[in-house]
């Protein structure tokens, strides 16, 4: 269906015993040593778990944040991974502290059926950002067969996402992978409609690729956060303090005029003296924005008007908070977004959250399990809606 060959295309026989080479994103925060957030391991634990219960070797590689890319930096290190990871398998796990090492592939040979290697941070491997192929022969010696279940890394071309897999076949989509590409996928290619997209965030530069590529394609794109401002700024608004981008101004106006009525913008929005003012906050129209003001949030209004049109949609992509979800009570229009979202998906809707901050403000308002996806890959997933081809989905073997 996506398009990939998955582990469940592998022949049973071709996966007993051998050694599953497997990407995945373990990139989480680590301090003091210790794994702060697991969401990101245990998203990778059906693919793991998979691969052990059919008897394969199973050997992980993830990068872990930016080491520079000489070699060990103890800060950038795996180890507090493997141990996070050892308690959610609750089976032990093998380290392999450097992949270039020549007992590195032994280490993978002596694995029981079943048993579980990490090996330590590929970003320390000099060719792993330069996509090198040498790197990659020296990862593919890890393995008989590649994996990746990284969707959030698939958009860098790098030696353990892209060259491995032109290396080590059969190079196939772990489950994260498949769901992701399935969700996101299918969102694109072929919605139930209506389809709606959501957008905000910060800025419009680093979406219009997504506005540009979703017009044409959906129903209806709904607009808020700081977004809003320019599109309102191009109308002829004023905006007060907002933060705005006066440099695409041409843009907005381009969109607009492309669009139509498709673009659907806050008639109202909620506008303070500052963040830290609350108290001074008040609800305005979009072209009564007070000067000494600045818009943080879409107004009751909006948030009415936008949750009518997502529940009444039948797939609902939607990427950007509406304000400054992360300082309450600015968070209200992301939260009527998020609950609407959720009432949709009740209603047979299919319903997929994209982008580090939409993922984070659907968790903070405890919806995350009533949407149909949440993806797990931020700077990929917009890659994805912006219709780029992700390097490290295209080497993967075709259907
Ligand atoms: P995502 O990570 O989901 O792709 P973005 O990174 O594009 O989302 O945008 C998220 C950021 O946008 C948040 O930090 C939020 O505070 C900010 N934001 C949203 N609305 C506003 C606004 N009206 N003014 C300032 N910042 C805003
Ligand atoms: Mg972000």
Not at 118 to 138: C, K, P
Not at 237 to 252: I, K, N, Y
Not at 264 to 276: D, H
Not at 294 to 309: C, E, K, Q, S
């Amino acid at each position: 269906m996506i398009g990939k060959r998955t582990i469940a295309d592998l022949d049973p026989k071709a996966i007993e015993g051998k050694r599953a080479l497997v990407r995945v994103d373990f990139n989480v925060p680590v301090k003091d040593g210790v794994v702060g957030d697991e969401t990101r391991i245990r998203a990778a634990l059906p693919t793991i778990r998979a691969l052990k219960g059919m008897g394969a070797r199973v050997v992980l590689l993830s990068h872990l944040g930016r080491p520079k890319g000489g070699g060990y930096e103890a800060k950038y290190s795996l180890k507090p991974v493997a141990a996070a990871l050892e308690l959610l398998l609750g089976s032990p796990i093998t380290f392999i502290p450097d992949a270039a090492l020549l007992d590195a592939a032994d280490a993978t040979r002596r694995l029981p059926r079943g048993g579980v290697a990490l090996v330590e941070n590929t970003r320390f491997l000099a060719g792993e950002e330069t996509n090198d192929a040498a790197t990659a022969d020296v990862l593919a010696k890890l393995g008989d067969f590649f994996v990746n279940d990284a969707f959030g890394s698939a958009h860098r071309a790098h030696a353990s996402t892209e060259a491995v897999a032109h290396q080590l076949k059969p190079a196939v989509a772990g489950y994260l992978m498949e769901k992701e590409l399935e969700y996101l996928g299918k969102a694109l290619a072929e919605p139930a409609r209506p389809f709606i997209a959501v957008l905000g965030g910060a800025k419009i530069s680093g979406k219009i690729d997504v506005i540009t590529n979703l017009l044409p394609k959906v129903d209806q794109i709904l607009i808020g956060g700081a977004m809003a401002n320019t599109f309102f700024k191009a109308q002829g608004a004023s905006v007060g303090t907002s933060l705005v981008e006066d440099e695409r101004l041409d843009m907005a106006i381009d969109l607009l005029s492309k669009a139509g009525p498709k673009i659907v913008l806050p008639e109202s929005v909620v506008v303070a003296e500052a963040l830290e003012k609350p108290g001074t906050r008040r609800e305005v129209e979009w072209h009564a924005i007070p000067d000494r003001c600045g818009v943080y949030d879409i107004g009751v209004a909006a948030r009415t008007r936008f949750a009518m049109l997502i529940k009444g949609a039948k797939t609902v992509v939607w990427n950007g908070p509406m304000g400054v979800f992360e300082t309450p009570p600015f968070d209200e229009g992301t939260v009527a977004v998020a609950k609407a979202l959720a009432a949709a998906t009740a209603k047979g809707a299919v319903t997929v959250v994209g982008g580090g901050d939409s993922a984070a403000a659907i968790a903070k308002a405890g919806l995350e399990e009533q949407v149909s996806h949440v993806s797990t890959g931020g700077g990929a997933s917009l890659e994805f809606l912006e219709g780029k081809v992700l390097p490290g989905v295209a080497a993967l073997d075709d259907r």
